[in-house]
């Protein structure tokens, strides 16, 4: 059973969705300022977070600064701030996806769900290993000279995705599909996002990838050599 923070300053709102994961069998922790959440985060270790950004207190974008700075839980934003500068502000920060206020449940959990997957244990077996890092898809661990390379889930996925195609073109809609999920094919500034993160971690020079290269207008390619 799955357990779910939920964070967020408006009642309503926590008793909301507190019903509705229950309802469907998640077990949920409700805070409604940032100090809480990353009380109860450190406490419990949830396998997700709903986190709302207008927080009393700590703001919500550096409550995520806040957990990933020793976890990779799954974050979805759920916030009423809906310009884009403000989204890729958190997915910089490291959440996973972002889903805008006023907000439909169903959407909400499908989005949760689809979290809650990417960071679930692969059960394949396949090593890659590169000049500069070695990827394992069966234990979803990236390590450079035996030291671990911490991705986040959807870092993770991005890469999965790219390495299990080595050598081949993906779409940036393929991409967005196969990593975010149907509806998202539009959203390329996740793209641009999450493949910065992947390169600042990974590439021996970020501003000149080597490995996970971009084909301008088209898609990303990953070069194993």
């Known amino acids: 059973m799955s357990r779910i923070l939920v964070v967020d300053d408006e009642p309503e709102i926590r008793r909301t969705l507190g019903i509705n994961l229950r309802v469907r069998g998640y077990d949920v922790d409700l805070a409604d300022d940032g100090e809480q959440a990353l009380e109860l985060a450190a406490r419990h270790h949830p396998d997700a977070v709903v986190l709302d950004l207008g927080l009393p207190g700590i703001d919500g974008v550096d409550v995520i600064a806040g957990l990933r700075g020793w976890s990779r839980v799954p974050i979805v934003v759920l916030s009423a701030r809906d310009v884009e500068a403000h989204k890729v502000a958190a997915l910089d920060a490291g959440a996973d996806d972002y889903v805008t206020k006023p907000f439909g449940m169903d959407e909400l959990l499908a989005r949760l769900r689809a979290a809650l997957r990417r960071a679930a244990p692969a059960d394949e077996d396949a090593v890659i ?3 500069d890092f070695t990827i394992d898809l069966s234990r979803k661990r990236v390590t450079r000279d035996a030291d671990e390379i911490r991705l986040t889930p959807t870092e ?3 890469v999965e995705v790219l390495v299990r195609h080595a050598g081949k073109l993906v779409s940036s ?3 967005l ?3 975010w999920g149907p509806g998202y094919e539009k959203e390329t500034h996740y793209l641009r996002v999450f493949m ?3 390169r600042r971690k990974l590439e021996p020079e970020p501003s000149q990838p080597r490995y996970f290269q971009t084909e301008p207008g088209m898609g990303y390619r990953f070069i194993p050599s």
């Open 173 to 175: 809609r393929q991409l």
């Open 129 to 131: 290993t590169t000049p």
């Open 177 to 179: 599909h196969e990593v």
């Open 156 to 158: 993770w996925n991005l």
């Open 196 to 198: 910065a993160h992947v």
